[in-house]
């Protein structure tokens, strides 16, 4: 248990589809991450939000939507996704962004998402 | 460009000793991280190296050379349990930490 809860862990859908993920952390930190990873590739960072702002987007397709309510809760809705977005997505946090504690990431157990 | 080498996999015995060794090449240097992660599972932080020289933590040590570029982590009394993959990552100099593709640890009986 890290603290980071992630739903679903499992998530099947058709290209056409509009679905979301969700992350939890019940730690008190203060920046937020969504991570793509793929087998045997390092992981690729697509979001960042620090005390609910965004502070980078990796040059992510417009298919991914990140949402960040509160400093607790982020979201990523998906659309019209490809098949080549099917991957292991994690979400982490850390105590601050942008400096030596935000390499201090805890993860949450990941969502599996399948593009059919 | 950015980049960091590790091995893709290793295998080591039970009760053994392995080193894991990552080399890196990044635009400034905030740091050096090494994370463990089970298959299906998440990444677990295990050790971070800012200043040259080794950091030991119970059974598992991470060295630093930042001159080199070099980093290892070293697993002592290996364990069943130790089988993961381990992943270095290095904080640039804008805070953004570069991952490796991480190494495969395989631990035979």
């Known amino acids: 248990e890290t603290g980071v809860t992630q739903t679903p862990r499992h998530l099947v859908m058709g290209m056409t589809n509009k679905k979301s993920l969700k992350c939890e952390q019940h730690?008190?930190?203060?920046?937020m991450y969504w991570y793509k990873q793929s087998a045997k590739k390092p992981l690729e960072l697509m979001f960042v939000y620090s005390l609910e702002e965004r502070v980078e987007n990796n040059s992510v397709p417009s298919r991914f939507s990140p949402e960040c309510p509160n400093s607790s809760h982020l979201f990523l809705h998906l659309h019209t996704l490809q098949p080549e977005d099917s991957a292991l997505y994690l979400c982490?946090?850390?105590?601050?962004?942008?400096?030596?504690?935000?390499?201090?990431?805890?993860f949450g157990e990941g969502s599996r998402l399948t593009v059919l | 460009g950015q980049n960091i080498d590790q091995p893709t996999e290793m295998t080591a015995t039970e009760g053994a000793i392995v080193q894991i060794n990552c080399t890196y090449q990044?635009?400034?240097?905030?740091?050096l991280f090494w994370y463990q992660q089970h298959a299906g599972e998440a990444p677990t932080f295990l050790s971070y190296n800012v200043l040259d020289g080794l950091e030991e933590k119970g059974r598992f040590s991470s060295f630093l050379s930042r001159s080199k570029g070099y980093s290892y982590l070293l697993l002592k009394e290996l364990q069943m349990k130790d089988s993961a993959s381990y992943l270095c990552?290095?904080?640039?100099?804008?805070?953004?930490?570069?991952w490796g593709a991480g190494t495969k640890l395989i631990i035979k009986p």
């Open positions: 990044t635009s400034g240097f905030n740091g």
């Open positions: 982490a946090s850390s105590q601050e962004w942008a400096s030596g504690s935000g390499g201090e990431l805890f």
């Open positions: 990552a290095v904080m640039d100099s804008n805070y953004q930490l570069i």
């Open positions: 730690l008190g930190h203060n920046a």
